[in-house]
């Protein structure tokens, strides 16, 4: 029986910001429909790692593959045509203040469709209601709480229907429950729709109540010490650096 291909592979990836090292020989596979976590201690780069998986900062060696076609060796089109399946959600939710909710979700789809305004407007519409703020269509995110901007982020990350979404950080300046929300709607997100969706965040409660899959990255070693699913990594990983992070909610919970 064939193995399916990985739907994203990182090979042999060095990040650096000019002579500055960040990460060196990176290697991990993400399948389709995983929630694949990108994590590690402050300082290590998930950030980085991130732009490079989404084209905003070029590898110093290596390449990302997309169903298995090599996206920085490519062409500026090619690239492009990869990007139109991405979409990201960024930590403050960058929607634009000036314009509502649904106006934020159908830029993208003016851009980049033939659609008609009404269809539009009914499509921003729908997109809210998957994330659970229909009838917020005509609110300003300056109306809205954070944890709702969050979700209206996500709402126009999925404008297009991508298949792969990335979060930077979805929980940072969330309290508990407002991101318990969001991590449940990222789950409802991926089997309902079976998208592919990435995360950087260092959030053990969530790591551990989504994450299927992960890549750990140590700023000690600049190198990836572990990759597999987190609950595994937790229990079972040989290296103590690994163990100790995903550990370390048990030793306060101890110490409390």
Request: charged letters at 20%.
């Amino acid at each position: 029986m064939e193995t399916a291909q990985p739907h994203i592979t990182a090979q042999n990836l060095t990040m650096a910001y000019g002579d500055f090292l960040i990460q060196k020989d990176l290697n991990f596979s993400i399948n389709r429909g995983d929630i694949f976590i990108i994590m590690g201690g402050s300082g290590c780069g998930k950030s980085t790692l991130l732009k490079i998986m989404i084209g905003l900062k070029t590898p110093t060696t290596g390449d990302v593959f997309y169903d298995g076609e090599p996206f920085w060796a490519s062409s500026d089109a090619g690239r492009e045509a990869v990007k139109r399946k991405f979409g990201t959600l960024f930590q403050s939710g960058a929607l634009w203040s000036s314009m509502t909710l649904a106006e934020n979700i159908g830029l993208a789809l003016q851009q980049f469709t033939d659609l008609g305004a009404a269809e539009i407007r009914e499509v921003a519409a729908y997109k809210l209601m998957l994330v659970g703020l229909a009838g917020f269509e005509d609110y300003y995110p300056n109306e809205i709480s954070g944890g709702m901007k969050k979700r209206a982020g996500l709402a126009r990350a999925m404008a297009l229907d991508p298949e792969i979404l990335f979060f930077d950080e979805p929980s940072a300046g969330l309290d508990p429950i407002s991101a318990k929300l969001l991590d449940d709607l990222i789950l409802e997100l991926c089997e309902s729709l079976g998208t592919t969706i990435v995360i950087v965040t260092h959030e053990l409660a969530s790591i551990f109540a989504i994450g299927v899959n992960s890549v750990f990255l140590d700023p000690v070693t600049k190198t990836q010490l572990a990759t597999g699913n987190p609950n595994d990594l937790r229990d079972h990983h040989s290296n103590f650096e690994v163990r100790n992070f995903l550990q370390r909610g048990e030793a306060e919970d101890k110490a409390a």
